[in-house]
């Protein structure tokens, strides 16, 4: 089915992808918000610019933007996935549990503030081009990567990692001149550690038409946190 959302009011909106069966492609998007929250089954289309909460609570669907998306996109996400030919706004992945989001470009402040995993499930958020403030706040689980592809300036923000007690950001960059909190391990990533994130960026590249050897050529920064730091002690079981 194709929506036209011109003029659409987003709970009508709403209303109508989830009477929706099988694929939906949306036209003309213009800030309606909360669309495909906790959709499950669904293949949606994009084109335009969702607003705020974008696939809320998303439990199995995959949704595919042509454009920027708007702040807390994947909040709370649980499985499913977000690919966005564009940029992300503030709290991409906000509590972000489970599932995929991609974003080729750059995306705001506060990426994966609380994102978890559970067992077998393991949120992943890879970024393009960077990231700004507070990325990985509180992370407790799951994998961040930014990868700078064009990016002339600084890769991420300020205070990235602020409270992270679980989880792995993986940064694609030779030089970070950033102050880490002292809960922060920074390493080079080995060829073990990139294998964890191989798939997804093989998958992130062919999606966004992106060569994977040329990323490959750079070094990774790995950061996870300070089994010595005190939230570790504080969340996780020794």
């Known amino acids: 089915m194709r929506i036209d959302a011109n003029g659409i009011e987003y709970q009508k909106l709403n209303r109508m992808i989830k009477d929706c069966e099988?694929?939906?492609?949306?036209?003309?998007?213009?800030?309606?918000?909360?669309?495909?929250?906790?959709?499950?089954?669904?293949?949606?289309?994009?084109?335009?610019?969702?607003?705020?909460?974008l696939g809320a609570y998303l439990d199995g669907s995959e949704i595919t933007v042509y454009g920027n998306v708007q702040e807390a996109t994947g909040d709370t996400m649980n499985a499913g996935s977000i690919v966005v030919h564009g940029s992300a706004g503030d709290g991409l992945g906000y509590a972000m549990r489970g599932g995929k989001i991609y974003i080729?470009?750059?995306?705001?402040?506060?990426?994966?503030?609380?994102?978890?995993?559970?067992?077998?499930?393991?949120?992943?958020?890879?970024?393009?081009?960077?990231a700004g403030s507070f990325l990985g706040e509180y992370l407790a689980g799951g994998l961040i990567v930014v990868l700078g592809l064009t990016a002339k300036g600084q890769l991420i923000g300020n205070f990235p990692g602020t409270g992270m007690h679980g989880g792995k950001?993986?940064?694609?960059?030779?030089?970070l001149p950033i102050n880490f909190p002292p809960q922060i391990s920074m390493s080079v990533a080995t060829q073990s550690d990139l294998a964890e994130i191989e798939d997804y960026l093989k998958e992130f590249c062919?999606?966004?038409?992106?060569?994977?050897?040329?990323?490959?050529k750079s070094k990774f920064k790995m950061l996870r946190p300070n089994n010595a730091n005190p939230y570790h002690q504080l969340y996780v079981p020794n």
């Open 169 to 175: 950001m993986f940064l694609r960059s030779e030089n």
């Open 206 to 216: 062919t999606i966004f038409s992106i060569n994977y050897s040329n990323i490959m």
């Open 22 to 53: 099988g694929e939906v492609t949306i036209d003309n998007c213009i800030g309606q918000r909360y669309i495909a929250s906790g959709s499950r089954g669904q293949k949606i289309t994009i084109h335009g610019t969702p607003g705020n909460a």
């Open 104 to 130: 080729k470009e750059s995306a705001g402040y506060r990426t994966g503030i609380h994102m978890k995993e559970y067992k077998s499930k393991k949120p992943v958020i890879i970024i393009g081009e960077t």
